[in-house]
T-cell receptor, first 112, second 112 residues
Framework: DAEITQSPRHKITETGRQVTLACHQT?????MFWYRQDLGHGLRLIHY???????NKGEVSDGYSVSRSNTEDLPLTLESAASSQTSVYFC???????????FGSGTRLTVV | DQQVKQNSPSLSVQEGRISILNCDYT??????FLWYKKYPAEGPTFLIS?????DKNEDGRFTVFLNKSAKHLSLHIVPSQPGDSAVYFC???????????FGTGTRLQVFP
């Protein structure tokens, strides 16, 4: 069965470290997205991609980067982790908006 | 600037009764709206959607209503069941993009 997986599920890192969160989907979807979920803010878009070599900034992109070298993967990198980036991160993929998104199970990141 | 707002952070409803979750948006370019449901430690899952050419869409116990003039949509769940207890997010998209803008979420609790 097709799926979208995120790893790791939980991560604790120190301030200033570089961290990469993985997202892998086997739906063959062109569109992939990264969101963060925070209390009182809901889900906020970090970065998104409409295909290989395409990346775009979302609402809260500062301090984050992504790269899309193939259809299946969209890794999210925190260049220098900050305590404000403690959050739950969700990756999603889609064919187009009319079919909705398929979300991964999330990565809980704690920056200490 | 929150383009999609869910002003009720929580809602408590008795089993068998109707649950009504509300969502307001500010961007008149939005033309497609979705509701997602999220259980703890899981990613959001797609529930129901509506295009701006409609004012109502039904799927079993779930109905979404759209009032374009008021920039307001609502999700009705009838009858409510304990398994409906979750966080519900509304989301919106413009005609020229596949990215979704999410609201802050409403936590629904259905009690016996």
């Amino acid at each position: 069965d097709a799926e979208i997986t995120q790893s790791p599920r939980h991560k604790i890192t120190e301030t200033g470290r570089q961290v990469t969160l993985a997202c892998h989907q086997t739906w063959n979807h062109n569109n992939m997205f990264w969101y963060r979920q925070d209390l009182g803010h809901g889900l906020r878009l970090i970065h998104y991609s409409y295909g290989v070599q395409d990346t775009n900034k979302g609402e809260v992109s500062d301090g984050y980067s992504v790269s899309r070298s193939n259809t299946e993967d969209l890794p999210l990198t925190l260049e220098s982790a900050a305590s404000s980036q403690t959050s739950v991160y969700f990756c999603a993929s889609s064919v187009d908006r009319s079919y909705g998104y398929t979300f991964g199970s999330g990565t809980r990141l704690t920056v200490v | 600037d929150q383009q999609v707002k869910q002003n009720s952070p929580s809602l408590s409803v008795q089993e068998g009764r109707i649950s009504i979750l509300n969502c307001d948006y500010t961007n008149s370019m939005f033309d497609y709206f979705l509701w997602y449901k999220k259980y703890p430690a899981e990613g959001p899952t797609f529930l129901i959607s509506i295009s701006s050419i409609k004012d109502k869409n039904e799927d079993g116990r779930f109905t979404v209503f759209l009032n374009k003039s008021a920039k307001h949509l609502s999700l009705h769940i009838v009858p409510s069941q304990p398994g409906d207890s979750a966080v519900y997010f509304c989301a919106a998209s413009g005609w020229d993009t596949d990215k979704l803008i999410f609201g802050t979420g409403t936590r629904l609790q259905v009690f016996p």
